[in-house]
Structure formats: structure tokens, C-alpha cells
């Protein structure tokens, strides 16, 4: 079954310097009907303003994952790293006994990104930071993987967490129809363009679980940019 959740109905938060579309509870948005999926906790859809940014806080025991979209972010943290993060690429950041970081857009436009968090699987675990990049060319036969709780994943590229989940994304040239197996449970947003999974048009900035499917079919009608998360229940 896929459930369509339009950006126009996720939670809204404007703060100026931040504009936050949510698509789960979180901060000063409450809806007990959208607590998280499975152990998917948060998705952010973030426009952070040019020349702003999160300063330091503290997290402990959770996979916070940064895909940015536009613009870059710059993090640095109380572990000694520092790193700046583009549009199509990604960064993790596994907090586990507790760690003090920044997110700051030190570019002259607009930041937009997708803030993920993602419940571990290990609690207390070494805190930990890294970032990748990845291929920006439209993609005909499968998603790239991202990010992965398996370890042997990372002699593919992919940034490891600890959790049972893997992200995929990329980009489809409009007319592009390719499969996404699910092992678990899908979330799937709309990072740019339209497309349908298994019949259901999404637009950007839209999101969509995917319940009881072992696969997706995803068509693009236009050219699109998309994200599958596969989390446990």
C-alpha cells in the first residue's frame, strides 16, 4: 500500500533564517498520528538561509543523515571534524555516546536538504562523522545506495550507520521506469520533478510510505531526483 503525505499537509515551521517542512513530529510540531515510521524517527525538509545556520548542540544515540539538494552545508563537531557537504551528496553522523555539532551554510544562496534520523540498532556506540560524494548522472537500471547498516557496503560507496536501514537516491531522466526492491518498509521523497511509485504520482516536495510492497516501480514523468528509505518496522 503507498500513503501519500503532499508537502502542503507536513508540519510547518518558519523561522526566518529556517524554513522547515516536517514530516514527522518534531520541535513545536505535534501529531500523534505521525510519531515515525517504523524506526525512521525524523525527516526534515530544511531551506536554510544564506549565511546561517544551526549552531553547536548536543545529540546522543541517534543516526542523524544530511542529503543536501541545493547550496552546501558545513558541519563541524566536537570530535575535530569539519567538512563541507554539496547538493547530491551526503553526510552521516552516528552520535552515540554524545556529540556537539554545527550545520552551518556558509554559501551565498539558499541551503535546501533533507535531514534524516534514523534509530540505532546499538546504543552508546563511538560517535562518528563522515560525508560522501556521490554521481550526479540520471540513473536507467537501479537507485544508487547511499547509506547502509551493512558493513560490506561500504566497499560500494555507500556511508555506514548503525541501523538496520539502507538510503538510496538519484536521478531519473523523465520516461526513466526502474524497480526498487523493499526489504522492510519503504519512505520515499520527492526531491525534485514528479514521478509515480507503483501508480502513485508524487510532486516535489512530497512524501510517501510504502507498506506491504516487496518492490516499487518507479516512473519518472519529468525529470526527478528521489530518495527511498528502507527501515525496519
Not at 500500500?1 to 502542503?8: D, F, G, S
Not at 517542512?21 to 498520528?33: E, G, I, K, L, T
Not at 551565498?108 to 536538504?113: A, G, I, P
Not at 526513466?176 to 514528479?194: D, R
Amino acid at each position: 500500500m503507498i500513503t501519500l503525505y503532499p508537502y502542503k499537509s507536513l508540519g510547518h515551521a518558519d523561522h526566518g533564517w529556517l524554513d522547515a517542512r516536517h514530516h514527522f513530529s518534531f520541535a513545536d510540531y505535534r501529531n500523534p498520528a505521525r510519531m515515525h515510521f517504523g524506526a525512521l524517527r525524523v525527516i526534515n525538509d530544511d531551506r536554510v538561509a544564506a549565511g546561517t545556520g544551526f549552531d553547536t548542540h548536543p545529540h546522543r544515540d541517534m543516526e542523524i543523515i544530511t542529503y543536501v539538494r541545493a547550496g552546501a552545508i558545513t558541519h563541524k563537531d566536537s570530535l575535530g571534524n569539519e567538512g563541507r557537504t554539496g547538493a547530491g551528496d551526503v553526510q552521516v553522523m552516528s552520535a552515540g555516546t554524545g556529540v556537539l555539532h554545527s550545520e552551518h551554510n556558509r554559501e551565498k544562496v539558499d541551503t535546501r536538504l533533507y535531514q534524516l534520523w534514523i534509530i540505532p540498532d546499538k546504543r552508546g556506540v563511538k560517535p562518528r562523522w563522515e560525508a560522501a560524494q556521490f554521481p550526479k548522472t540520471p540513473v536507467k537500471d537501479a537507485l544508487p545506495l547511499l547509506v547502509s547498516g551493512c558493513a560490506e557496503d561500504k566497499a560500494k560507496g555507500a556511508l555506514f550507520i548503525h541501523a538496520d536501514a539502507a538510503i538510496y537516491g538519484g536521478r531519473l531522466n523523465a520516461g526513466t521506469t526502474l524497480t526498487q526492491p523493499v526489504k522492510y518498509q519503504a519512505y520515499i521523497l520527492a526531491s525534485e520533478g514528479s514521478f509515480t511509485v507503483n501508480g502513485t504520482k508524487l510532486e516535489k516536495g512530497d512524501g510517501a510510505e510504502a507498506t506491504g510492497e516487496k518492490s516499487l516501480t518507479l516512473t519518472a514523468e519529468t525529470d526527478a531526483e528521489l530518495l527511498v528509505v528502507d527501515v525496519p518496522e
